[in-house]
């Protein structure tokens, strides 16, 4: 009999993101006969919960920092403590807080990098300490995995990653599948079945410009039949809200706390908007074009890497209202459009991005580093 390989699956906090996501479906999608996971986890959250749930074993050690040197010793008490044979650290601060432990003791790291902690919009000094930073952890692990073409061509212009390789994320198309049947969201939310509906679900960030998707929706005309679903939560939430009152669009624009019912949420959903300023390889948007959306996003990497402009969604800039209330109307105003653009979508993900090609292709590089004995 074989023995597992046994895999601390490190991720940076228990709230949902796209990387929490990721692992979640990974751990799910393993092959139990060959690997079984254990969960370190920086911070409590729903994801945490959730993988109980699903019979995991998660630790959690708090922090919000990365390279947090205190936090070291309790890492690697639970790696000896649980006879760890491997580490897969999701993202900057799963990996700059486990490389330590991997090292001293001499166990494989892997490194998945859900899109680079250097960004766009930080100061040279920031973005220069953070690349270095980077630098430093891909020449930590053993194997650097990006989730986009890219991601993996901005690491390799500013630092060496030989051993670097691209695993496409995948969606669960069994979970997220448009053919089943669903809650109706709309009459949940007092929304008129008639209404178009443009859903935005995302963590409520800088990133994710919040702020701007609000001042775009109030730039779409008031006539037409089409109702705003925010779903998320965040650092700029408040603001968001207040923002939202300010400009008088409390009657077309329904705010939601984070929901685990994503599937059905998106089924009700006509446009599906991620306005980001960066981004790896979105899941959301992955989720949201499996269930047949009609996409507005914006035009950076990671972004790029999913959507062809008019053939599977359409693209727009960076930090530009004006441009998110130009398309959604043009969306709003264009069903045929609406539809031809979400069933390209649908079929992008199911060509592209399964969850299965996903964990296999995942699964060996597990045993390229701890070969099964």
């Known amino acids: 009999m074989l023995r597992k390989i046994k895999i601390l699956q490190a991720i940076r906090q228990g709230k949902v993101g796209?990387?929490?996501?990721?692992?979640?479906?990974?751990?799910?999608?393993?092959?139990?006969?060959?690997?079984?996971?254990?969960?370190?986890?920086?911070?409590?959250g729903p994801m945490?919960?959730?993988?109980?749930?699903?019979?995991?074993?998660?630790?959690?050690?708090?922090t919000e920092k990365?390279?947090?040197?205190?936090?070291?010793?309790?890492?690697?008490?639970?790696?000896?403590?649980?006879?760890?044979?491997?580490?897969?650290?999701?993202?900057?601060?799963?990996?700059?807080?486990?490389?330590?432990?991997?090292?001293?003791?001499?166990?494989?790291?892997?490194?998945?990098?859900?899109?680079?902690?250097?960004?766009p919009d930080q100061s040279s000094t920031v973005k220069m300490i953070r690349t270095l930073s980077e630098r430093f952890l891909v020449k930590m692990a053993n194997r650097t995995i990006c989730v986009s073409q890219s991601n993996l061509k901005e690491g390799q212009s500013k630092f060496p990653m030989q051993d670097a390789t691209v695993i496409l994320n995948g969606i669960n198309q069994q979970k997220f599948n448009p053919d089943l049947s669903f809650k109706d969201i709309k009459g949940e939310l007092n929304i008129a079945p008639e209404a178009v509906l443009i859903g935005y679900i995302a963590r409520i960030t800088a990133q994710k410009e919040p702020l701007n998707f609000i001042r775009g929706i109030a730039k779409?005309?008031?006539?037409?039949?089409?109702?705003?679903?925010?779903?998320?939560d965040g650092d700029l939430k408040v603001e968001?809200?207040?923002?939202?009152?300010?400009?008088?669009?409390?009657?077309?624009?329904?705010?939601?706390?984070?929901?685990?019912?994503?599937?059905?949420?998106?089924?009700?959903?006509?446009?599906?908007?991620?306005?980001?300023?960066?981004?790896?390889?979105?899941?959301?948007?992955?989720?949201?074009?499996?269930?047949?959306?009609?996409?507005?996003?914006?035009?950076?990497d990671g972004i790029n890497d999913?959507?062809?402009?008019?053939?599977?969604?359409?693209?727009?800039?960076?930090a530009s209202p004006d441009k998110i209330a130009e398309t959604i109307t043009l969306l709003i105003e264009?069903?045929?459009?609406?539809?031809?653009?979400?069933?390209?979508?649908?079929?992008?993900?199911?060509?592209?991005?399964?969850?299965?090609r996903m964990t296999r292709s995942v699964?060996?590089?597990?045993?390229?580093?701890v070969p099964l004995t």
């Open 334 to 356: 264009n069903t045929e459009l609406r539809n031809r653009l979400g069933q390209q979508a649908g079929a992008t993900v199911r060509e592209k991005f399964n969850v299965d």
């Open 240 to 300: 968001m809200l207040e923002l939202a009152t300010a400009l008088n669009l409390n009657d077309r624009v329904v705010f939601q706390d984070f929901r685990t019912d994503i599937p059905d949420v998106l089924h009700a959903v006509d446009i599906f908007c991620l306005p980001s300023l960066w981004e790896g390889l979105p899941i959301a948007l992955l989720e949201a074009m499996a269930m047949k959306k009609a996409i507005v996003a914006t035009e950076i």
């Open 66 to 119: 990365p390279f947090n040197y205190k936090v070291w010793k309790a890492v690697r008490k639970i790696v000896e403590q649980e006879k760890i044979d491997l580490i897969h650290a999701h993202g900057t601060r799963a990996n700059s807080n486990t490389f330590s432990t991997a090292k001293s003791l001499g166990i494989p790291l892997i490194y998945t990098v859900h899109g680079w902690s250097f960004h």
């Open 363 to 369: 699964e060996e590089e597990y045993k390229r580093l």
């Open 48 to 62: 945490v919960e959730k993988l109980r749930a699903d019979g995991f074993k998660v630790y959690v050690v708090p």
């Open 220 to 232: 779409v005309p008031t006539h037409l039949n089409a109702k705003f679903l925010i779903v998320g």
């Open 306 to 318: 999913l959507i062809n402009p008019n053939e599977n969604g359409l693209l727009i800039p960076i």
């Open 18 to 44: 796209g990387g929490e996501t990721h692992v979640l479906d990974l751990v799910n999608e393993l092959n139990k006969a060959e690997f079984e996971s254990v969960i370190l986890s920086f911070t409590e």
